[in-house]
């Protein structure tokens, strides 16, 4: 390789008879090398450095430039074009294209994001006879939801039992949960009447936030859970996770997101001697945590409670399927859009599609910008009509 250093009107050189590989020879071709291919050699001079290597011609680009193109500077730095500094007015160099990844075209542009994990990590697709779910990995860091899915209970095919679990700090409580409650609930609906199921519920998430407390591991969890027994929905939340029906194409909300803002969540708040203040837009709870119930949490047990909601309700046939998802879905997309959206792949088809309903309202928020872990579950209820 030869690198060399020209000034222009010199007494020395001559442009003429030393051509810039930047420059066109004549009007209308390149020469390869500074030099000739003869054995004379052009006089030395303290005005010109040169470097040398083993001989070798030094690449020219392949498209001519414009002979009107003027040199942006009276030094000419003969180097391969691979070897010039990204930003010059003559040869950029090129970057190496990153990875592919699928996301719609319209969301690289709108969200500018690029980034590459494992796909084991970053997605989680199951599809079963009754059921589907989908989640997805935010950008924020690991995944922390979780889901639990147990049909076929005592070996009653109309029997069910779904959840969906958001964690935060970690993923710790979110798969203690996701691994327990489930036992709990059957265990606890055993002993009691069935005008008490939801007692039997309560206790159950009680129980599994002393269990996980237990563990002294530090996180928590939000949770949204599903029992289907002999015609009956029992829906059940403590945090923002949501339930929301699909009735005939209308959407109906089956739990209350529980945050800080509420009313009477902060009137209960403040009378155990906490406070609720807005940080940076969002109500939290002694400025740390954005939602007030949730299994976990030891930190701020005193208010933040595992007690859930529980709402019941006779599966009917206008009941079309339900809609268990984390806040990562529904801080961007509506109960409505959500219903309309799941609507085509279920309902009025032969083999319903229930899982690519999910991935789409998957697909959606993040595409609005969602940057949390989004966990969607969909139940066709028909196929537990009892």
């Excluded at 190496?96 to 500018?112: C, D, F, H, N, W």
Aim: with cysteine; aromatic share 6%.
């Amino acid at each position: 390789m030869s690198l060399s250093l020209i000034i222009p009107n010199s007494p020395i050189f001559s442009p003429k008879k030393v051509p810039s590989i930047f420059c066109k020879s004549d009007g209308s071709s390149f020469s390869s090398s500074p030099r000739t291919n003869g054995s004379q050699q052009p006089p030395s001079s303290p005005l010109s450095l040169s470097l040398s290597s083993p001989k070798s011609s030094l690449p020219i680009s392949s498209t001519p430039q414009s002979p009107s193109s003027p040199l942006k500077s009276p030094l000419s730095i003969r180097v391969p074009k691979k070897q010039l500094l990204f930003g010059t007015d003559v040869a950029p160099v090129k970057r190496k294209r990153p990875g592919r990844i699928e996301i719609p075209t319209s969301m690289a542009v709108q969200l500018g994001f690029a980034a590459e994990t494992p796909r084991g990590e970053e997605e989680v697709q199951v599809e079963e006879e009754g059921y589907s779910v989908y989640c997805k990995r935010g950008r924020r860091g690991k995944m922390e939801d979780r889901y639990s899915a147990a049909v076929n209970l005592n070996g009653d095919p109309k029997q069910a039992f779904f959840g969906v679990y958001d964690g935060h700090g970690n993923s710790k409580a979110a798969e203690f949960v996701a691994k327990n409650l489930d036992k709990k609930v059957m265990e606890e609906v055993s002993k009691t009447g069935e005008d008490a199921i939801d007692g039997a519920i309560r206790d159950a998430y009680l129980f599994t936030d002393m269990d996980f407390l237990k563990e002294d591991v530090g996180g928590g969890t939000c949770c949204v859970t599903a029992m289907i027994r002999k015609g009956d929905l029992f829906v059940s939340n403590a945090g923002d996770c949501r339930a929301v029906l699909s009735r005939n194409g209308v959407a109906e909300a089956l739990t209350n997101d529980h945050h800080p803002s509420r009313e009477d969540e902060r009137d209960r708040i403040e009378a155990l001697g906490g406070y609720v203040d807005c940080c940076h837009g969002v109500w939290r709870i002694q400025s740390s945590l954005a939602v007030s119930r949730a299994i976990g949490d030891k930190h701020l047990k005193q208010w933040v409670i595992a007690e859930p909601e529980t709402k019941m309700l006779k599966i009917k046939p206008e009941c079309e399927f339900l809609i268990l998802a984390s806040d990562g879905l529904w801080n961007k997309v509506t109960n409505q859009e959500a219903v309309d959206l799941v609507r085509p792949f279920c309902v009025g088809l032969d083999k319903p599609k229930p899982f690519s309903a999910c991935k789409k309202l998957a697909e959606l928020s993040s595409w609005r910008g969602s940057f949390d872990d989004i966990s969607v579950m969909v139940v066709q209820l028909q196929h537990f009509l009892f």
